[in-house]
C-alpha cells in the first residue's frame, strides 16, 4: 500500500521534501496543498490544492478528500496558525510540530525565557519587554552591541541588528518602541559577534538527532552586501561541519538542542515533533543561540536532504512514533553547495511576471539535469529546485521572490561551487545570483574571522 503524504506549502524547500519522499523503498503518493503551482512539485503530486496555507479547514478537509496518512508542514507559518493541530484534531499526525511548541519560532522571548529558566547553556543577555519600564536603562546596560526583536512572526523582518540596521541606541529605542506598540512585547537582546552556522536536528518528541551543520547567506549581494533577504544560498561540507568551525561547535549546538526539547516538553506537557532548526553563533566564548525556527531552513533543507541516505518515510514515521532512537540516521559525506537565482530588483523591488529559461530549455525539468522521482542520490551534476516561479503553456514565469536553487554535491565545498555554479548559469533571464557563495575565497575570510576572534 503506497504511503499517502500531504506536504504544505510550495517552494524550492517542498519541492527538496517531496524529492526526497521520491526517493524511499515505499511507496509513496505525495499530495500537495500550496498558495502556487510549483512545476517541480506538482510534477512529483498525485493532487494539488491550491490554497492558503494556514486555512486549517481547506487543508483538512484535502486530507480527508486524500486519505493522507501523515503530513509535513515547510513554512512556519501554518504551523503557527495551528494547522497542525487541526489535521490532528481530525485525526491526521503530522512531522511536523503543534502550535503550543512552535512557539519556539514564533515567540522569540518564549524561547529566550525558557533557555533562562532551564538554566541551558548557549544564551544570550536579553530582557523581553511588554511596557517601556526599565528599556532605556537595559539599552544602556548593552551598550553599542544590540538586538531588537519584534516577538512574532515577521517573515524576517523584525530583526534589527546594531550597526546593520540600526544606528545607535536612539535608534534602537525608537524600534523597540514601535514593536511595542505594534505588539505588546519586544526582546532586545546582546549582539553576538562570530560565524553563524544552521544545525537542524530531527525531533520525536524525546531524542534529537543532527543533520550536517549549514551555512546560509542572507545578504543579497557578493562580499555580503546589499538587503537582507529570505537566503541567497548556503553550503555544507563532507564531514558535516564547517570549516570555520571546531568539532566541540557542533557537539556544543547539539547539546543546546538536545537541552532545549527536554525543556519544552517540560513546559508545555507537548512533544514536539519535527526539525528543530537552530540559529548558532560560533563566539570566542563558544556556541550561543540566536534563534530556533520550527522547521527545515530553507535554502538549508537542500543541503542536507539530498545526502539522506535513511528512508526519508521511516525517519517521519520515527518522528511520528516517538522511535528516532533506534533509527540510524545517516547522510552520504559529500559537500553540498546551494545558490538561489532571484529576480532583478530583488529583495527591494523584485520584476515580476518576466520569463526565464531553465538549462537551455523553455520550463520546469526542460534539459535541466533535475529529474523527478530519481531515487539515486544525485551527484556530479547540478540539481534544480523550484520556488517562487509559475508555470505557464509557454514557459516559467517569475513571481518575484527566490525563484530556483541550484544545488552542487561532490566531495569537496570547491567542487561543488563549481557544480551549482554551472546550474545558477545556465538559467537566463532577468534574475542574478551570488556568485561568491561556497568559494574558498569567501570560506576563507569566515575561518580567518574566527581566528582572529579566538586568538
Ligand atoms: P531572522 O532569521 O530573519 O529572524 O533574522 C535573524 C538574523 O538576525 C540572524 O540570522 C542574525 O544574522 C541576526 N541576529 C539575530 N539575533 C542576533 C544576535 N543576538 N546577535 C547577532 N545577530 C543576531
Ligand atoms: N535560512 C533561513 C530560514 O529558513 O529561515
Known amino acids: ?16 521534501i517531496a524529492e526526497t519522499f521520491m526517493r524511499s523503498r515505499h511507496e509513496v503518493e505525495i499530495f500537495v496543498v500550496g ?12 493532487d494539488y490544492l491550491i490554497a492558503d ?26 504551523i503557527a496558525a495551528g494547522v497542525v493541530d487541526g489535521l490532528l484534531e481530525a485525526g491526521f499526525k503530522s512531522a511536523s510540530p503543534l502550535a503550543t511548541v512552535g512557539r519556539l519560532e514564533s515567540s522569540k522571548g518564549f524561547t529566550r525565557e525558557l533557555l533562562s529558566k532551564y538554566g541551558i547553556a548557549g544564551n544570550a543577555r536579553f530582557r523581553s519587554f511588554d511596557s517601556e519600564e526599565g528599556l532605556k536603562e537595559f539599552f544602556e546596560e548593552l551598550g553599542d552591541d544590540f538586538v531588537v526583536k519584534a516577538d512574532g512572526l515577521k517573515g524576517g523582518k523584525g530583526v534589527k541588528v546594531s550597526g546593520d540596521h540600526l544606528n545607535g541606541k536612539a535608534e534602537g529605542l525608537e524600534f523597540a518602541l514601535e514593536c511595542l506598540r505594534e505588539d505588546g512585547r519586544v526582546v532586545v537582546e546582546e549582539k553576538l559577534i562570530g560565524q553563524e552556522f544552521s544545525l537542524m536536528s530531527f525531533c520525536d518528541g524525546n531524542f534529537t538527532c543532527e ?45 543546546i538542542t538536545r537541552n532545549v ?69 545517516e547522510f552520504e559525506r559529500k559537500a553540498t553547495v546551494c545558490k538561489y537565482l532571484v529576480p532583478n530588483g530583488y529583495p527591494d523591488d523584485p520584476v515580476k511576471g518576466e520569463k526565464i529559461l531553465v538549462g537551455g530549455g523553455e520550463g520546469a525539468g526542460a534539459d535541466s539535469k533535475s529529474v523527478p522521482g530519481d531515487k539515486s542520490i544525485p551527484v556530479n551534476a547540478f540539481r534544480i529546485y523550484y520556488a517562487s516561479v509559475d508555470q505557464r503553456e509557454d ?23 563549481k557544480i551549482a555554479e554551472e546550474g545558477a548559469c545556465s538559467i537566463s533571464g532577468p534574475v542574478f545570483h551570488r556568485h561568491d557563495i561556497g568559494t574558498a575565497e569567501l570560506i576563507e575570510k569566515r575561518v580567518k574571522m574566527m581566528e582572529g576572534l579566538r586568538g
Open 35 to 46: 498558495g502556487a503551482k510549483n512545476p517541480g512539485l506538482s510534477a512529483l503530486a498525485k
Open 395 to 417: 514557459g516559467l514565469y517569475l513571481c518575484g521572490s527566490r525563484a530556483v536553487n541550484c544545488v552542487g554535491i561532490a566531495d569537496s565545498i570547491s567542487e561543488a561551487e
Open 1 to 16: 500500500m503506497a504511503k499517502k503524504v500531504l506536504i504544505i506549502g510550495s517552494g524550492a524547500r517542498e519541492h527538496v
Open 211 to 255: 543533520m550536517p551543520a549549514v551555512q546560509d547567506h542572507k545578504r543579497a549581494f557578493d562580499g555580503d552586501k546589499g538587503g537582507n533577504t529570505g537566503g541567497m544560498g548556503s553550503y555544507s561540507d563532507a564531514d558535516h561541519s564547517l570549516p570555520f568551525l571546531r568539532s566541540s561547535d557542533v557537539l556544543e549546538a547539539a547539546e
Open 261 to 329: 526539547a527536554k525543556a519544552l516538553f517540560e513546559e508545555t506537557g507537548t512533544e514536539f515533533k519535527g526539525v528543530m532548526y537552530g540559529g548558532f553563533m560560533a563566539t570566542k566564548d563558544g556556541v550561543k543561540l540566536i534563534e530556533y525556527n520550527a522547521r527545515f531552513g530553507d535554502p538549508e533543507v537542500m543541503n542536507v536532504l539530498p545526502l539522506l541516505k535513511t528512508d526519508f518515510v521511516d525517519v517521519c514515521e520515527a518522528i511520528i512514533n516517538g522511535t528516532l532512537a533506534d533509527l540510524p540516521l
Open 53 to 78: 496555507v494556514c486555512d486549517v479547514a481547506a487543508i483538512v478537509e484535502f486530507a480527508r478528500k486524500c486519505g493522507v496518512d501523515f503530513a509535513v508542514v515547510g513554512p512556519e507559518a501554518p
